[in-house]
């Protein structure tokens, strides 16, 4: 089941598909908010505490594509799925580069969608645990400072920071990360924590230190820095 955290907005004029959805997430534990029409839709994305939204492109005489742009300009930051019987690439690149985080074409599998959306509820409660952290990007912004990193140090940090306070052994970190490349030695990951350290110094710019614990491995710690 679904943790209560606002409803999921479902944009589409079909009513019968719109039911579908609605009656299909509830089934999971998400509240829906049904809505055909753009102007309204847009009106909720600005007012309501949404979890998310489902939008069609073909929405009658409007276009979900422009919803989902002034929803985007609006600040909304929530999950978007775009839904569409339009399936060239053209089409899936204009949905995504109008600010949709998925699209998904009909028909589809109702299982296909949720799934869909837990990996974009998933990736929003990622990036929230991770403050100015953009593991896609691969960037970390500091206070005043934001750095690059290469993939491996994106993929070193994201573990990291998913075990946050807990102490993540140099051996399980070199299996995750290492093992199937044919590296031979765990002190690669000494190599990388090195590395991140450099570009993450000063510690208390990017409100995260990481630690070596000895004998047992790294930890990511988070700082207070609110008198910093």
């Known amino acids: 089941m679904a943790e209560d955290r606002g409803p999921i907005l479902v944009v589409e004029d079909d009513a019968d598909i719109a039911s579908a959805l609605s009656r299909g997430l509830a089934l999971h534990g998400y509240a829906t908010i049904c809505e055909p029409r753009v102007e309204r839709a847009l009106d909720l994305v600005r007012t309501a505490p949404l979890r998310a939204a489902i939008v069609d492109v073909m929405l ?86 934001r750095v690059e990193l290469t993939e491996r140090e994106a993929n070193l940090l994201a573990m990291l920071y998913r075990n946050a306070g807990r102490i993540l052994p140099r051996g399980v970190i070199f299996d995750t990360l290492w093992a199937g490349e044919g590296t031979s030695s765990d002190n690669i990951v000494d190599v990388y924590v090195g590395y991140l350290r450099k570009k993450l110094s000063p510690a208390e710019a990017f409100g995260i230190d990481i630690q070596t614990v000895r004998n047992r491995g790294f930890m990511l710690v988070r700082l207070d820095t609110r008198s910093a």
């Open 60 to 145: 009658g005489p409007d276009s979900g594509l422009t919803l989902v742009r002034d929803a985007r300009a609006a600040g909304f930051r929530k999950p978007i799925l775009m839904l569409s019987a339009l399936s060239e690439v053209g089409d899936r690149s204009e949905g995504l580069g109008a600010g949709a985080d998925d699209y998904i074409v009909k028909p589809f599998s109702f299982e296909e969608l949720l799934a869909r959306l837990q990996v974009q509820e998933r990736r929003v409660e990622e990036r929230a645990a991770m403050p100015g952290f953009d593991p896609a990007a691969r960037t970390l912004q500091g206070r005043g400072v």
